[in-house]
């Protein structure tokens, strides 16, 4: 078997929340430590991609705040993560959506999936 | 120094118990066959010559073979002495990562990854002209001048220039010891080891 699964699964923290991909607007509970303070976080935005794979994970993440556009990445397996929750599907034609950087307004619209 | 052969696997990240992001290396440690013991009355110093790496005994020189037949194992690709092992170990012996176990820093020897014929920025951290314009042109990253004029008429010997990088051997000190998985015989250190993935190194304690 692959060694480096072997290592990860060692310290493989098992994840709760449901699955998402590109396209899908979510809101990710981010704990902070704010000197011995620690509070959580909520950060709601557009998955533009997601890249690695095993422990080494990371999801990015893209909002629109006051005017400027932001973009965190967050590694998927991160002790700090404490829910990811799914506000709406995205239907999108590719796993990496960088088009939508170049958008604004009504242009950076994505169609809900429906089932 | 007491330790092993091994070889790299590759590199990962875990998190720590503070929830911190930790780069490290992943490196299969022995088992190792002992297979000569050196001695002060025959050799001049005491040390224990270990064994590691499968090898076809068809591409082993005679010499060789005989050298493993009498420490009755397979022929190894790696020979490596090392010495102060705690316990005794008799020839044919077997030593695995377990010798590891107490130990919170380890040193790590491999050959770095060959990088060709490279300038001096890369080669020696020199830091170019620095500047792109004013009338600069095509010395962006030249090493500038490289000794006096006719007082000495030479180039001093040792004067840092371009060439071969890489592939040298290189020990990194006191790399942390994160974690041992004794099944798979492997070792997780933090931060990187030099070499490419697969390439032998020596694990020292």
Do not use: C, W
């Given at each position: 078997m692959d060694l480096i699964k072997v290592t990860e699964n060692a310290f493989k923290k098992e994840i709760d929340f449901p699955k998402f991909g590109s396209g899908?607007?979510?809101?990710?509970?981010?704990?902070?430590k704010e000197g011995s303070k620690e509070r959580t976080q909520n950060y709601r935005g557009v998955v533009i991609q997601r890249k690695g794979t095993g422990a080494t994970e990371t999801f990015t993440v893209r909002k629109?705040?006051?005017?400027?556009?932001?973009?965190?990445?967050?590694?998927?397996?991160?002790?700090?993560?404490?829910?990811?929750?799914?506000?709406?599907?995205?239907?999108?034609?590719?796993?990496?959506?960088?088009?939508?950087?170049?958008?604004?307004?009504?242009?950076?619209?994505i169609k809900e999936r429906r089932f | 120094m007491a330790g092993l052969i091994g070889k790299k696997i590759g590199m990962t990240s875990i998190f720590s118990a503070e929830g911190k992001n930790i780069p490290c290396t992943v490196l299969q440690v022995g088992p190792c066959v002992v297979t000569q013991i050196k001695t002060k009355e025959n050799d001049g110093?005491?040390?224990?010559?270990?064994?590691?790496?499968?090898?076809?005994?068809?591409?082993?020189?005679?010499?060789?073979?005989?050298?493993?037949?009498?420490?009755?194992?397979?022929?190894?690709?790696?020979?490596?002495?090392?010495?102060?092992?705690?316990?005794?170990?008799?020839?044919?012996?077997?030593?695995?990562?377990?010798?590891?176990?107490?130990?919170?820093?380890?040193?790590?020897?491999?050959?770095s990854k060959g990088k060709g014929f490279q300038g001096v920025v890369k080669r020696h951290g020199f830091?170019?002209?620095?500047e792109s314009t004013h009338g600069q042109h095509n010395r962006l990253r030249a090493p500038g001048s490289i000794g006096a004029s006719s007082?000495?008429?030479?180039?001093?010997?040792?004067?840092?220039?371009a060439g071969r990088?890489?592939?040298?051997?290189?020990?990194?000190?006191?790399?942390?010891?994160?974690?041992?998985?004794?099944?798979?015989?492997?070792?997780?250190?933090?931060?990187?080891?030099?070499g490419s993935k697969g390439s032998y190194i020596i694990i020292e304690k």
């Open positions: 899908d607007t979510i809101t990710v509970s981010y704990r902070i629109i705040s006051g005017g400027v556009g932001v973009e965190r990445i967050f590694p998927l397996y991160s002790p700090a993560i404490e829910d990811v929750k799914i506000n709406k599907r995205g239907k999108v034609r590719r796993a990496r959506i960088y088009y939508l950087r170049e958008l604004r307004g009504k242009k950076a619209r | 110093y005491e040390a224990i010559q270990v064994a590691y790496g499968n090898k076809k005994e068809r591409k082993t020189n005679s010499p060789m073979n005989g050298h493993f037949k009498k420490a009755k194992t397979s022929p190894k690709r790696k020979l490596v002495e090392f010495s102060n092992f705690k316990k005794k170990y008799k020839l044919g012996d077997t030593i695995t990562v377990d010798i590891f176990k107490d130990d919170v820093f380890v040193d790590v020897t491999g050959i830091h170019g002209v620095g007082d000495p008429s030479r180039v001093f010997k040792g004067m840092r220039m990088t890489g592939g040298d051997r290189v020990k990194v000190l006191n790399l942390k010891l994160i974690k041992i998985i004794f099944e798979q015989n492997l070792l997780i250190v933090k931060g990187s080891v030099p």
